[in-house]
Structure formats: C-alpha cells, structure tokens
C-alpha cells in the first residue's frame, strides 16, 4: 500500500507542476497580451484561479502522506507510549472525521452546482471547481486510513510519525 501511495504522490507532483506550468503560461500571455495588444484571453483568470484550488489541494495531499503539515508535536513527546498510542488515535479519527466532513461538503457542493456554468470558461463548475475537494477528501481518507491502520497494528508507532517530520526538518 505503501508503494501504492507513493506512485500517487509522484503523479500528483506531476499534475502540480503540469498547473504551475499552464498557471504561468496563462497569466503571461495574459499580461503580454493586455499590455501589448490592448486585448486578452478571457478565460485566463478564471482558469489561473482554478488551477491554483487545484494544486492547493493537491500539494495538501502530498503533505499529508509526508506528514510535513504543520503539527505541535511537545505533549505528544512528553507522553509515555500508551499515551502517544491514544493521541496517535484520537488525532487520526478526528482527522477522519474532519475530511469527512470536508469531503460530504465538497459532494453536496458539487452536486448543487453541477448544471453552473463558469462564466468566461463555460465549464461545469460543480464538475472542475468542488471535484477538488472531493479528490482531497477521498484520497486524504485512504492515507489517513492507511496511517491509522499502521498505528493500530504497531507497524508504525507514534515516534516513527514524528521521526518522519524531524528528518524532513534536517533537510
């Protein structure tokens, strides 16, 4: 599973950088075409603002499998070994059940606004727009699962999750 999630990581880098990338075409020629020819795409802005709800998103994905997202870590050290256990636990079903909510909002939100067009792109918004944070949800679900699942079977234990963000904050 693992391996799984690391090749999903390595794809959604790829797409970051594929947003990046098309971000910055757009802007420029944007700005080019504003400055020099008095005229412009007019789904650049529009598409630029998507692409970015895009790549926040994902990026959180691929922070989240690094556990690189912000974390106070100082109670959890001070703990004795169960006590990490139960707040290893505790921390990952809250977590469950706040993507959970984030991922129900983003269908419902979806859902709703499926038939709106956007105005410059005419695409579906419910379809481009709130699809992220249904990708964000679903796949924040699996690693969170995932990590849990570890935890819950020893085959992780609390220090080997901090142990992880202190070696990404050496490097």
């Given at each position: 599973m693992?391996?799984?999630?690391?090749?999903?990581?390595?794809?959604l880098k790829a797409a970051i950088a594929l947003c990046?990338?098309?971000?910055?075409?757009?802007?420029?020629?944007?700005?080019?075409?504003?400055?020099?020819?008095n005229s412009g795409i007019a789904v650049s802005e529009e598409l630029s603002r998507w692409l970015l709800v895009w790549l926040t998103f994902l990026g959180a994905i691929i922070?989240?499998?690094?556990?690189?997202?912000?974390?106070?870590?100082?109670?959890?050290?001070?703990?004795?070994?169960?006590?990490r256990f139960a707040c290893f636990v505790i921390s990952y079903l809250l977590m469950l059940y706040a993507d959970w909510l984030l991922t129900l909002g983003s269908w419902k939100q979806?859902?709703?606004?499926?038939?709106?067009?956007?105005?410059?792109?005419?695409?579906?918004?419910?379809?481009?727009?709130?699809?992220?944070?249904?990708?964000?949800?679903?796949?924040?679900?699996?690693?969170?699962?995932?990590d849990l699942f570890r935890v819950m079977t020893g085959a992780a234990s609390g220090e080997d999750l901090i142990a992880v963000k202190e070696s990404d904050e050496h490097t």
């Amino acid at each position: 599973m693992a391996k799984i999630l690391d090749v999903y990581c390595e794809v959604l880098k790829a797409a970051i950088a594929l947003c990046l990338a098309t971000m910055v075409v757009l802007v420029f020629s944007n700005v080019v075409l504003r400055y020099v020819f008095n005229s412009g795409i007019a789904v650049s802005e529009e598409l630029s603002r998507w692409l970015l709800v895009w790549l926040t998103f994902l990026g959180a994905i691929i922070a989240l499998r690094q556990h690189a997202h912000l974390g106070v870590d100082t109670l959890v050290r001070a703990l004795p070994p169960r006590g990490r256990f139960a707040c290893f636990v505790i921390s990952y079903l809250l977590m469950l059940y706040a993507d959970w909510l984030l991922t129900l909002g983003s269908w419902k939100q979806a859902v709703l606004t499926f038939g709106d067009a956007a105005p410059a792109s005419g695409i579906s918004v419910g379809l481009f727009f709130y699809s992220s944070g249904l990708v964000f949800g679903v796949s924040a679900a699996i690693i969170l699962a995932y990590d849990l699942f570890r935890v819950m079977t020893g085959a992780a234990s609390g220090e080997d999750l901090i142990a992880v963000k202190e070696s990404d904050e050496h490097t």
